[in-house]
């Protein structure tokens, strides 16, 4: 399709109301079906700026919109084409602006309009599915405003309409008088940044308002039409009634060109055009018939007949002279006037006593006894006031129920009354928003009272801005508080859960020790080998138990290896070796405790391996392992812990430490080597937080950094 040329701002006429051109059969309506209405601006040239905001014109729809490919024509069937410099400053016009005829027509059908700042006037519509604005050259709407930043804002057309998003502007964007960062727009939306304002016009959004415009002012001017035809009749009919006839002016006998068909008699129109000079109508006399006309006379029989016609006139004279003269008599008083009169002061009375439902009813009943009585409209006034005080009870009745939305809706459609009524509507406003405050005050209070936020935190932006800020620290305390109690409740439930894992560990335990109990006798009793037989047994009773499984397998293996270090400890025990018996009583008394049973055994052990741990230790210390002597003397010292033996032991190590460790220092410059060796011992042997042991760590450390 070819581009369409740029048209100047005044280059045809519009149509008014969404009519058809004077062309068209359609346009040309009746004197009674429509009164002609004097052409305005708006109505000669869709084109010119229309009145109020730009973008929302609020004449007919646009013809161009339409798609209208015939250009419109003026009431006056002339076509105006714009003046040669307008076109020539429209076709120069910025490439970015929808006014260049030459810019393409890609993209969804919405743009932008600025309705104020430096660019006002200019428009934008979308050529893709994004267009950033801003006062960057890169940007695809680019602003001379320079309070705008530079990439300031985004619009992205997606499948649920055009999202708004702020590209982090210093300044900041609000829609409709307030401050978002990102938000779905809407047909009409006003978008504010800096010192410019944009307003966001979807196209098929405006051709659905203009066309609704158009329905609804064809819809007003047919009312008005019917309106002025039923006043028309009903003045008729008054009209009619007044003169105290009952003849329809539309009777065809009162038509001229019916009378035209009947003559009147000659002499009734000489009295007709005399009656109003006081006169007396005399009909002419025909002339004789020409068989009597003889000679050059009449004959005695004329004479005779004119004589008796003149005396007949002269009679009829005299009679009218003495007819009695004076107005008629008046016409008998209907009834239904003086009815009809008593019923609209009463209809007035009632009136000014605010009762509009009475005055209507009494204004219905006079204008049943005589149509038309009602000159003044007392009768409409009454019902637009009954309309009202109706209304006004509706509301108050809602505001009962507490649906203060539908109150306000129902209260705001309210046509407008009288000055009294206007008053009733203010103090009606106003008691609307303190019950419409106060409920939901009680709102906000019902919801914290029953500890629940989910419900409150909806309900704390319809609370009133005075009481906001006390309501919202009343949510973030009942936030904190709910908080707080269900981290207890998580602990507490945690502990419950350790608690319940516990006992159910110790009831394990217990069951598997009863279970045990003989495998425990006979080993405590030192029958090894019918322990690991018992183990078996216990397997067999409780074949679906995996712990009791698991527990005999492990015996099975324990028990053995106990038995044999057991024994070798025991051979040198017996031997007065007690050096060489610390290393297999160590290792029976760890399977000892691996095993779990308890009994005089491991005491026994205790003992034992005490003894063999401190010969092992005064054994190493003769050697000079040090580090031998000190794991032994404090295992001697833990088993048995008021073995003095073993203290003394460890004394004397303490002071070969420090020895050593005095070697260590001395030779640190000397031979390092040997020297962190040596620090390497105390660290091992010197008892933990002692000062010994933190100075060798100090000097192994610069030693080997």
Known sequence: MPARPPSSPRAGAGRSGGDAGADSPSAKPSARARPPREASPADEDFAAPLSGEE??????ANPELYGDAQPPR????ETRVGAVPESREDAVRRDDDDDNSESTRAGPPVQMLVLAGPDRGRKKR???????VGRGKDCD????DQSVSRRHLELVYGQTGVAMRDLGSISGTQVNDQRVDECLLKHGDEIAMGKTRLRFVDEAEQIKEMRAQAEAREAEEKREREEAAKEKDEARKAAGAARGSDVDPNDPRLNEMTNANYRVPDGFQDKAQNKGKGAIAIPRPRP????????GGPNSKTKLLIAVGGGVVVLLMLGLLFIPSGPPPPPPVDPNIERSKLLMQKAREAVRADDYATAVRLVEE?????PGVDEEGLGKAASKQLEVVQSFESVRALMVAQQFEEARTKLAATPQGTAKMDDIRRKLETELEEKDAAFRIQQMEDALAARDPEAARPLLDRVPDLNKPAYAQKLQDLEAELAKESADGARRDRANRERAALNAKEERKLFLEEAFTDVERRFNGGDYQRAVLECDRVTEKYKAEKDV???ARQLKTLIPQFQRSLDDAQKKLASNALESASKPLRRAAELYRQIGFQGSLGNTLDEQLASAALAAGQAALKKGDLAAAGLNFREALRLNPGDRRARDGLDDLQKKVEELYMRAYIERDRDPQSAAVKFKIVIETAPEGSDTKRKAEMYLSELQP
């Open 366 to 370: 006079a204008e049943k006894l005589r």
């Open 288 to 295: 004789p018939p020409r068989s009597v006309v003889t000679g």
């Open 126 to 132: 979308f050529q893709g599915v994004r267009m950033v």
């Open 74 to 77: 003026s009431r006056t069937d």
């Open 141 to 144: 709407f680019v602003l001379d």
């Open 55 to 60: 973008g929302y014109p609020d004449g007919p």
């Open 549 to 551: 499984k698991e527990r």
